[in-house]
C-alpha cells in the first residue's frame, strides 16, 4: 500500500508562486515515477510533471519554465515549485506515485488533491 499526503494549496495573485508537496509512505515495495496532475473546473484531468526514482523529469508545455519538480528519494517526498502563476493554473492538483514491488507490474496511487485558485 502507499499512502499520500499532499499539503501547500491556497490562494494566491497572478504572478505569485506557490510551492506543493507530497510525502509517500509505502509498504511491501518502493515508490518509482511521481507525479503531478491537475484537474480544473470542466476539464480532464491532465500531466503536469512527473520524475522518475532517477531524477529524470517531464513536463507540461503549459508549465515549462515555470513550475519545477524535484524529489527527495530518502522520504519518499515530491515538491512542485510554482513562479509565476496565471489565473489558467487554478485547479485541484493531485499526487501520484508508483509503487514498485519485484516481479509484479508497477500500481498507481493518487492523493486527495489540493486546491490552487490563482486570482486578484
Known amino acids: 500500500q502507499v499512502q499520500l499526503v499532499e499539503s501547500g494549496g491556497g490562494l494566491v495573485q497572478p504572478g505569485g508562486s506557490l510551492r506543493l508537496s507530497c510525502a509517500a509512505s509505502?509498504?511491501?515495495?518502493?515508490?518509482?515515477?511521481m507525479g503531478w496532475y491537475r484537474q480544473g473546473s470542466g476539464w480532464q484531468r491532465e500531466m503536469v510533471a512527473v520524475?522518475?526514482?532517477?531524477?529524470?523529469?517531464n513536463y507540461a508545455d503549459s508549465v515549462k519554465d515555470r513550475f519545477t519538480i524535484s524529489r527527495d528519494s530518502a522520504s519518499n517526498t515530491v515538491y512542485l515549485q510554482m513562479l509565476r502563476l496565471k489565473p489558467e493554473d487554478t485547479a485541484v492538483y493531485y499526487c501520484?506515485?508508483?509503487?514498485?514491488?519485484?516481479?509484479?507490474?508497477?500500481?498507481?496511487?493518487w492523493g486527495q488533491g489540493t486546491q490552487v485558485t490563482v486570482s486578484s
Open positions: 520524475i522518475t526514482s532517477g531524477g529524470a523529469t
Open positions: 509505502v509498504s511491501g515495495g518502493s515508490i518509482g515515477t
Open positions: 501520484k506515485a508508483s509503487r514498485i514491488r519485484l516481479g509484479r507490474r508497477p500500481d498507481d496511487y
